[in-house]
């Protein structure tokens, strides 16, 4: 039986570092959200591999992606019901699951591109059928229908929770994109992509250490960046486009940064990571100093914020304005985009718009993404 004096949404997200499905259960109250249970949900290994290629343009194949989304909503289903036994709750405990899927291409609005989409899988069909609870899925695609980047979409949500009346703020989500958020005391919440996250530093510590990811940046804090390397690397066109703006694998992969590196040969691997470390971090920096007002303070969450020398490396390019993560606002930096998708899914089963034109240019507010009741289905006759 529902329980009425409780309000509770599931958030579910992969980004795409591919390091798994984030679930977080969501209370809301008044005007008040709970972060109340979180769990990280592996995806296999043979389950990444064939994702890896849908990632990059070439010769796709049909027969893959229709498996992988089979495949990866079961795998969000597991999410799910995995979460709801680590809490003792039911599936009839909560209202809804809001579910991002996983972007495997993201072609958003631009002169390059004349017939824009973006493409998320994980079977939505399949989460609702496996657990038992209404699901709300493809979020992006109804902003990008309305002329808008579809991304990014958590800026709504800072607006939402995250706000201040006294302080400027900016949070800066860093997964393997980064993104940033501007939320004025006064007036309308800006936000748009800044460039590279955690992608490129993954992939490259990948390919020379074999391990997944730079345990708190110690690798790169080891080694000194090059300056010429460095301000190669921001000549990236996308860097020097206006907002609105987003971005992905597409433009930010290991393919593009070989043919860079392809100059600087005589560099070593390790310098190479700490020069990607710096460039995530100054395109943040850089970011910022275009925003239309002063920021008095500065919140990052996702999976950056547990990188310390990167979080070092933004202090120091950022001060005097103090920068912490999202926990000292109440939501722990690397649950923040779970959380987010919970709340766009009470939106869009209240009716209410989950994006923000002026972010996303998208031509006006709209209802975001499609529900999937789950239905107990008749008996076959």
Not at 119 to 124: E, F, K, N, T, V
Not at 325 to 335: F, N, Q, V
Request: glycine share 8%.
């Amino acid at each position: 039986m529902n329980n009425p004096r409780r309000e509770l949404y599931i958030g579910l997200m992969s980004g795409t570092s591919l390091d798994g499905i984030d679930s977080a259960i969501i209370e809301f109250k008044q005007n008040n959200i709970k972060l109340i249970a979180t769990y990280s949900h592996p995806i296999p290994k043979h389950l990444k591999q064939a994702i890896k290629p849908l990632f990059l343009p070439g010769s796709d194949n049909i027969d893959a992606l229709g498996s992988a989304d089979q495949q990866l909503g079961v795998c969000f289903a597991q999410a799910v019901t995995t979460l709801l036994k680590q809490e003792g709750l039911t599936a009839s405990d909560i209202s809804a699951v809001g579910s991002h899927g996983q972007t495997v291409r993201h072609r958003p609005p631009s002169n390059e591109t004349l017939h824009p989409f973006t493409l998320q899988i994980a079977d939505p069909n399949i989460i609702a059928s496996r657990t038992g609870i209404t699901t709300v899925a493809d979020f992006r695609r109804r902003d990008m229908a309305l002329g808008g980047q579809a991304a990014p979409l958590v800026p709504a949500f800072h607006q939402a929770v995250f706000h201040s009346k006294i302080y400027n703020r900016a949070v800066i989500n860093i997964g393997g994109i980064s993104n940033l958020t501007f939320l004025p005391a006064e007036g309308n919440a800006l936000g748009f992509d800044t460039g590279p996250g955690n992608r490129l530093l993954d992939d490259w510590i990948k390919q020379h250490k074999n391990r997944h990811y730079d345990d708190c940046g110690q690798w790169a804090s080891r080694h000194t960046s090059d300056p010429q390397l460095l301000e190669q690397l921001k000549t990236h066109p996308f860097l020097h486009r206006p907002a609105p703006k987003s971005t992905g694998r597409e433009e930010f992969n290991r393919q593009w940064l070989n043919q860079v590196l392809n100059l600087f040969s005589h560099l070593s691997p390790g310098c190479v990571q700490a020069t990607l470390l710096a460039f995530t971090a100054e395109t943040i920096a850089d970011a910022l100093k275009i925003l239309p007002g002063e920021v008095d303070e500065i919140f990052i969450c996702g999976g950056g914020a547990l990188n310390t020398a990167l979080m070092a490396l933004l202090e120091d390019l950022l001060a005097p304005v103090n920068v912490a993560s999202t926990a000292t606002l109440g939501i722990s930096p690397e649950w923040v985009e779970a959380a987010a998708f919970a709340w766009l899914a009470r939106q869009t089963l209240a009716g209410l718009p989950g994006n923000l034109p002026a972010v996303t240019g998208a031509e006006r507010l709209t209802v975001l993404g499609g529900i999937y009741p789950s239905y107990i289905d008749p008996p076959f006759n």
